[in-house]
């Protein structure tokens, strides 16, 4: 009986351990997602609106995970310097200049990529503070 | 017996009294006014109220043609003051003004009027694609472009919005977000913060409202 209880106790362990390491990235997504959402709210969704559904052609939409995939590594450089160039989102040109936000942080900039590349029906999971400081010193 | 019918029409006279209340609702009145001593038809002189007007306009409209106050004539119309390059609030007054646009699209009595205060950029081309580029096409809803003196004197003065330049703002100047409603009169009947969802919706339901006014 005794050796039973032990016998639960230490596979209930062993369960624990499992589930904390796979979800420590799992838990760092959620943070990133939370701050990113906050500052999503502040910065961005004035112009690419609360479902990242965009401003006619004025801005683009946030839900073409294909623009987002395959421009995966300029993303953090354009949320912090703006962009002025001519992209096709969803089959629809958009002129407009974004604007550049340089007060925003490395960590602040990965927080908000993380969660736009995982809302509005994109998921691309997580991406760490060091990838986007990386790519933040080899902006053009 | 008596005392049924009594409660009955007690009940009846509530009811139509809070009927009467809520077809009698009417918008309020902004900014200055001051009495007046007028004569009527018949030529009785009586003291009225004269309320907050819109004065006279002339600015030329997203398609460079001079465009006045005759426009509004005989129209409920909504004001607002924005540039095309502001990247913080006009985005969402514009969102939020889109989806009153949309509902009083097919209204002829209904009428959007946009003042730009960036009198160096916003030049009618530039208006023009802006409100392309936002989904508006025709005379329905108007881009204004002004002389600097002239949109922020209308502005300041006569639709109580606060506009200014300022070198230390992001885009370079500052104003407030009021979607302002005007009646067929030019008189000031409401402000709502065009930021705010809740605002806006209630401007949905004052346009009727104030319609409802002129039918007779």
């Not at chain 1, 609106?49 to 946030?62: I, M, S, T, W, Y």
Request: proline share 3%; net charge positive.
């Amino acid at each position: 009986m005794r050796l039973n209880i032990i016998r639960a106790v230490f596979f209930l362990l062993v369960i624990a351990v499992i589930i904390s390491c796979q979800n420590q990235e799992t838990i760092d997504l959620q943070n990133y997602i939370s701050s990113g959402k906050d500052i999503y709210k502040a910065k961005c969704q004035n112009c690419h609106g609360e479902n990242g559904e965009g401003l006619g052609q004025l801005a683009p939409p946030l839900t073409d995970s294909v623009f987002l995939k395959r421009n995966k590594n300029r993303l953090a450089c354009i949320i912090k310097n703006g962009l002025n160039e001519a992209i096709t989102v969803q089959g629809k040109t958009y002129k407009e200049k974004m604007p550049a936000f340089p007060e925003l942080t490395d960590i602040e900039v990965a927080q908000l990529m993380v969660f736009v590349t995982n809302a509005f029906g994109n998921n691309q999971g997580f991406v760490s503070y060091q990838q986007v400081s990386s790519q933040l010193q080899q902006c053009k | 017996m008596n005392k049924i019918v009594f409660s009955v029409a007690s009940c009846l006279l509530f009811t139509s009294l809070i009927f009467s209340c809520t077809q009698n609702k009417k918008l309020p009145y902004y900014g200055e006014r001051h009495a007046e001593t007028v004569r009527d038809a018949a030529g009785v002189e009586k003291i009225d109220t004269v309320y907050q007007t819109i004065p006279n306009w002339s600015f030329l409209n997203q398609d460079s043609v001079v465009t006045t106050n005759k426009a509004t004539d005989g129209k409920v119309y909504v004001a607002d003051f924005f540039f095309t390059s502001c990247t913080t609030i006009c985005p969402t007054m514009h969102r939020n003004l889109m989806d009153i646009y949309t509902a009083f699209k097919g209204n002829p009595d209904v009428l959007f009027v946009s003042h730009t205060i960036d009198f160096k950029y916003d030049k009618p081309s530039a208006l023009k694609k802006y409100a392309q580029k936002l989904g508006v096409d025709g005379p329905k809803w108007l881009f204004l472009y002004g002389s600097k003196d002239s949109v922020y004197t209308l502005a300041e003065k006569s639709y109580l919005v606060a506009v200014g330049e300022d070198s230390t703002a992001k885009d370079g100047y500052i104003h407030q977000g009021y979607l302002v409603l005007i009646d067929k009169d030019k008189h000031i009947r409401g402000a709502y913060d065009g930021t705010k969802p809740e605002e806006v919706e209630k401007l949905k339901q004052d346009i009727p409202l104030l319609l409802a006014e002129y039918k007779k």
